[in-house]
């Protein structure tokens, strides 16, 4: 028998797995599926099962009980549940009980055991499919079904306990097949399709639809023959016989159909078994006399006492009447017989013989015994009743799983759609700053070269104001050789100093890349500008020094340059000492010199260009009486 793993999760454990889990089982239990019998629907008419009396509410007690005759090791019970059609067009459960109990016992032990008990909170309906008891082999001749609180009747709204039927399996053989049924009520009066009897009569309201093997149609025998025609089949050897299904032939596929489902079946026929293949020494196993219409089913499951045959005869005895279709030709057929011997089927695949010659090529005999019928491969009645049950429960589980992972699938879809704004706005974000920071550093050198080119006015514009001074001088003095040579040394020198200046801030306008290399740029300046004066200057740091952003190299430069020019201009020193040294934290630029002295306050020029460096600056007297004017910059990890 197949057994496949069910799982029953919670919504809550659902939620706890990955997605790749979710889809994983949802994979899993679409392959199970196509593995399952399906839900074939029987129509037409026939039995229908047991139905209690109704009553007004739902907490109504009634039960239903079985005697099996012996005991036996009990391994499952299937409950069958009554099934209706809602005006959906679907089909679901009817009657079938919300708190009820399997309850096992023997001849000496009436009270019996509680196998099982389950409640609404079980979430046994709804559902269609058998509900499956296992019972653990425990030792019984009898099971009652006690119902404790009943569920709606659909057509009138009153509670009643209905079910179609109940198998009792002790291994493969259902032990409660055509025993004596009893229950605490019998609506059997108004309709005669309910009876207790029938819960234990093998019919039931299912189709077998197996996912596997290939279609074979029913063999029906050619009309016009003797109207008391037999089948023999040869099992082989001879084996100990007790049940015989016999598979009718299948309803039509059209709506409404032709027959009611007894097409083939005879008014009268007799099982006969036989060691012997002329039947010389036949014995009846059973008559197959069908009374009415509930006396038929899609599997006519018939019992009868262990006997040891090898070859078996169906024998007509009285041919079906044919008034009721029409006056045509009776006809035998089947879609399939089995023969069971401790449990399995050994008619499969064996030699089928008749009393007639005629035969139909479309409807062979072997078709009798191959297994098969219109949906594929006949399953064992336990097997196909576990699938079905197997199934009810992966439909149950596949809508939950398909619910959470349309959750996930929507969610992020919605993360989706927010990491795309995000990356649009990021996006946008990042073309926005590279525009800001363009134009911020277009700003940088538009306002550096402005101040270049200022000082470069004021620079010259004092440089040729004096030089006009010493022009003025030198004509005064023209009949005054030696302050005539005096001025006009005093004139080249501040032409040459001038031109200098020119030079450099010309080349500092034009440059593409502003002071890429500080040091070389520092020592270039001071030795221009302090060409006539003992200067000296050291670097420490210099790989800190590289890493700093342009604006902040040229705004050093600058303070460094306007430093060089003020103690130039008055401080009237000698000697100029420079000491720069940077590391990851900060950056300190210190020039002393021997000079007079800071008279007031730090010139506005150095104040300004350090508050656009963003440093600290300070000034304080040397020790030879001059000026040390010290700037310290905090340095950032990437620089500043």
């Avoid at 809602?86 to 023997?106: I, N």
């Avoid at 299904?245 to 309803?251: A, E, K, R």
């Avoid at 900060?586 to 000079?595: H, K, M």
Wanted: glycine residues 6%; proline residues 5%; negative net charge.
């Amino acid at each position: 028998m197949t057994v496949l793993l069910v799982d029953t999760a919670t919504a809550d454990s659902l939620k706890n797995r990955s997605l790749s889990g979710l889809e994983q089982r949802l994979l899993e239990i679409d392959t199970h599926l196509s593995q399952l019998a399906n839900y074939g629907l029987g129509t037409g008419i026939g039995a229908i099962g047991y139905r209690s009396t109704a009553h007004e509410t739902d907490n109504h007690s009634e039960w239903i009980e079985i005697d099996f005759g012996k005991i036996v090791p009990l391994n499952e019970v299937m409950l069958v549940p009554a099934i209706r059609r809602d005006t959906g067009s679907r089909f679901q459960a009817d009657g079938f009980p919300l708190h009820f109990r399997l309850v096992a016992g023997t001849d000496e032990e009436r009270e019996g055991q509680v196998v099982a008990e389950y409640t609404d909170m079980d979430k046994v309906l709804p559902r269609i499919a058998p509900f499956a008891i296992p019972c653990g082999g425990i030792l019984a001749s009898w099971i009652r079904i006690e119902a404790e609180q009943l569920s709606l009747r659909a057509f009138d709204d009153l509670y009643v306990f209905q079910l179609s039927e109940i198998l009792a399996f002790s291994s493969e053989a259902n032990v409660a097949l055509h025993k004596p049924a009893k229950a605490s009520s019998n609506m059997n009066i108004e309709n005669p399709g309910w009876d207790a009897r029938y819960v234990v009569d093998g019919f039931m309201p299912y189709l077998m639809d197996a996912a596997e093997g290939n279609q074979s149609v029913a063999y029906l025998s050619p009309p016009d023959i003797d109207p008391t025609p037999s089948l023999m089949i040869d099992l082989g050897q001879s084996f100990p016989l007790s049940r015989v299904h016999l598979h009718v032939v299948d309803q039509s596929d059209t709506l409404p159909q032709a027959f009611l489902g007894d097409f083939g079946i005879p008014k009268h026929m007799r099982i006969e078994g036989a060691n012997s293949s002329d039947f010389s020494d036949a014995k009846p196993l059973l008559d197959l006399r069908p009374e009415t219409i509930y006396d038929m089913g899609p599997i006519m499951m018939l019992a009868f006492p262990e006997t040891t045959v090898r070859y078996l005869r169906f024998k007509v005895l009285e041919p079906t009447p044919t008034a009721l279709y029409g006056g045509i030709a009776p006809r035998m057929g089947f879609a399939e017989i089995e023969v069971f011997s401790k449990g399995r089927n050994i008619a499969l695949n064996k030699p089928v013989s008749t009393s007639f010659k005629l035969s139909a090529p479309d409807r062979p005999l072997s078709n009798l015994t191959d297994g098969l019928n219109i949906y594929g491969s006949i399953l064992p009645i336990r097997e196909w009743l576990t699938q079905l049950a197997t199934r009810h429960e992966f439909e149950a589980e596949r809508p939950r799983i398909s619910e959470e992972l349309n959750q996930r699938y929507t969610r992020q879809k919605k993360n989706l759609t927010r990491m795309s704004w995000l990356a649009v706005l990021l996006a946008s974000g990042t073309i926005i700053t590279m525009l800001v920071d363009r134009i911020i550093r277009q700003r940088a050198i538009y306002r550096t070269r402005e101040r270049i080119a200022a000082d470069l006015h004021d620079e010259l514009g004092a440089n040729i104001h004096a030089i006009g001074l010493l022009g003025d001088l030198a004509q005064a003095a023209k009949n005054s050789p030696e302050k005539i040579d005096k001025l006009l040394q005093r004139m080249r020198a501040l032409t040459e100093r001038t031109g200098a200046a020119a030079r450099h801030c010309t080349n500092l306008l034009e440059a593409q890349g502003l002071y890429e290399d500080l040091v070389e740029d520092m020592r270039r300046t001071s030795a221009r500008i302090m060409a006539d004066l003992d200067h000296t200057i050291s670097f420490d740091g210099e790989e800190v020094l590289k890493r700093l952003k342009p604006r902040k190299r040229i705004d050093l430069f600058l303070f460094y340059k306007e430093c060089l020019i003020n103690v130039l201009r008055h401080s009237g020193a000698t000697r100029v000492t420079t000491q720069l040294t940077a590391n990851s934290k900060e950056l300190d630029l210190t020039i002393t010199d021997n000079g007079h002295g800071l008279i007031g306050e730090i010139p506005s020029s150095l104040k300004r260009r350090a508050r656009l460096l963003g440093a600290q600056m300070s000034s304080e007297k040397s020790e030879t009486g001059g000026t040390r004017i010290c700037l310290s910059l905090k340095l950032k990890k990437f620089g500043v």
